[in-house]
Every structure is written in C-alpha cells, then in structure tokens.
C-alpha cells in the first residue's frame, strides 16, 4: 500500500508561484512513478504532470494547459514529488491531487486508472 499526502495548497493572486509537496510511504518510493492531477468544481479529474523512470534518467510530461509554467520533480532521498507552479492563472484553481504507480516507468493519465491517490490539496487563483 502506498500513502500520499499532499501539502503547499493556498489562495494566491494571478500571477504568482507556488509549490506543492507530496510526500509518500508504504513503498519504495524510487519504485513508483509519480503524477499530479487537479479537479476543478464540476469537472472531471485531469492529468497535469508525470515523471517516470526511462531506466537512464527521469523524465517529465505535462497537459498542455500547464505546460511551460509547472514542473513536476522529485526528492528520492525525501520521498517527496513537487509541483513548482508558476504565472498562476484563475483557471489553475482546483483540488490538485498526488498519484502514484507502481511501476517506476509508467504511470496513466486518465483518473480512473491510478491506483494510489493523497487526499487533495485546494489551491486557488485570483484575477
């Protein structure tokens, strides 16, 4: 079993930056693959970023929507997953949510196929 607890949420002006931290336990941790998902109200949970393990070296993907402002990296030695996120935008404000998978090479992007989720964390945007 795997345990993911988000932190670093807040209420924040368009604009700025924020990090979020995930940290996890249960397995180890080099052995997962890692994610960030966000649900905004009223809408379905979306994939944001991943980084997996290419047998060489980590590599990172991210949504479209997020691309060029966030990046998803992480602290073996901690444990730990980040999502630095910066120009924050209004529509940035949702619930964001740590995924793992226990495949270090791979983890989805669709909601419905992750295994192990945190609690949530709210991060909201102002105009």
């Known amino acids: 079993q795997v345990q993911l607890v988000e932190s670093g949420g807040a209420l924040m002006q368009a604009g700025g930056s924020l990090r979020l931290s995930c940290a996890a336990s249960?397995?180890?941790?080099?052995?997962?693959?890692m994610a960030w998902f966000r649900q905004a109200p009223g809408k379905e949970r979306q994939f944001v970023a991943r980084?997996?393990?290419?047998?060489?070296?980590?590599?990172?993907y991210y949504a479209d929507s997020v691309k060029g402002r966030f990046t998803i990296s992480r602290d073996n030695t901690k444990n730990a997953v980040y999502l630095q996120m910066n120009s924050l935008k209004p529509e940035d404000t949702a619930v964001y949510y740590c995924?793992?998978?226990?495949?270090?090479?791979?983890?989805?992007?669709?909601?419905?196929?992750?295994?192990?989720w945190g609690q949530g964390t709210q991060v909201t945007v102002s105009s």
């Open positions: 995924a793992a998978a226990r495949t270090p090479g791979f983890i989805a992007t669709l909601a419905r196929q992750i295994e192990y």
């Open positions: 249960g397995r180890t941790f080099s052995d997962l693959a």
């Open positions: 980084i997996i393990w290419s047998g060489i070296t980590y590599i990172t």
